[in-house]
């Protein structure tokens, strides 16, 4: 008799044919899948051989035979993908492809031979295995100069932290904003500040003097001409 095998991995649905049994067995790429397949054991007389194969079952034996048993234990295997991990010894000869992949998917074979013309158990398994979704979302760095586009989402630009080294002071000018490596680079920045306002009163305080010298000079002079023509 056929039981169906249901796993996290594994979708089974079951159908039947006029001479066999089909079914359709899912998954996804990089899991066990596991295809189910029975025969009834009363006693240990009714242990008996069966085969895997791909495509579907032919007249006798399997076609592209997958792994082979006697009942008792596996006697011909192809591959290490390929296994059968129920117990033999109570009829359950499922097969379970190791990390399935999408080229596993077709038609296979589940043939238990019983004594007897044409009394052979056989079952057609249709496996489709599904790509695995995989996340194509890649991690992007935002920078100061971009944007967001109209009607996407905005991202705020991450603040750009500038590091200005003592060789640089005299090249770059520094403002109360900049980021000082030391204490002795913020001292001179401030002695800096506090420089430029001291020689404008310097600047204004010459100019002053220069003009009273000149009235001073035009004052005399007026008085050397008017005393001249007094005398």
């Known amino acids: 008799h056929l039981h169906p095998l249901r796993s996290p991995a594994t979708f089974v649905f079951l159908s039947t044919g006029s001479s066999v049994s089909e079914l359709i067995v899912k998954g996804k790429a990089g899991q066990n899948i596991t295809v189910p397949c029975f025969y009834s054991v009363r006693g240990t007389q009714d242990i008996t051989s ?14 592209r035979t997958i792994i082979w048993t006697d009942g008792w234990k596996v006697t011909e295997q192809h591959s290490s993908r390929y296994l059968l991990k129920g117990n033999l010894h109570m009829g359950d000869v499922s097969l379970t492809i190791v990390n399935a992949e999408e080229a596993d998917s077709g038609m296979y074979c589940c043939r238990v031979e019983i004594s007897g013309l044409f009394n052979d158990q056989t079952t057609n398994h249709k496996v489709v295995i599904e790509k695995a979704r995989i996340s194509t979302a890649s991690p992007h760095t935002y920078t100061s100069a971009q944007t967001s586009a109209p009607g996407s989402t905005s991202i705020s630009s991450l603040p750009t932290t500038r590091i200005w080294s003592s060789a640089s002071t005299s090249e770059a000018p520094q403002t109360a904003s900049s980021p000082c ?14 420089n430029v306002p001291v020689l404008l009163p310097s600047r204004h ?7 009273i010298g000149i009235g001073t000079c035009a004052a005399l002079l007026v008085i050397i001409i008017l005393v001249l023509f007094l005398t």
């Open 181 to 194: 490596l030391s204490t002795s680079d913020c001292s001179d920045v401030t002695s800096n500040l506090q």
């Open 205 to 211: 305080y010459s100019e002053n003097w220069l003009y």
């Open 50 to 63: 069966m085969c895997w194969g791909r495509d579907r079952c032919p007249i006798s034996k399997c076609y």
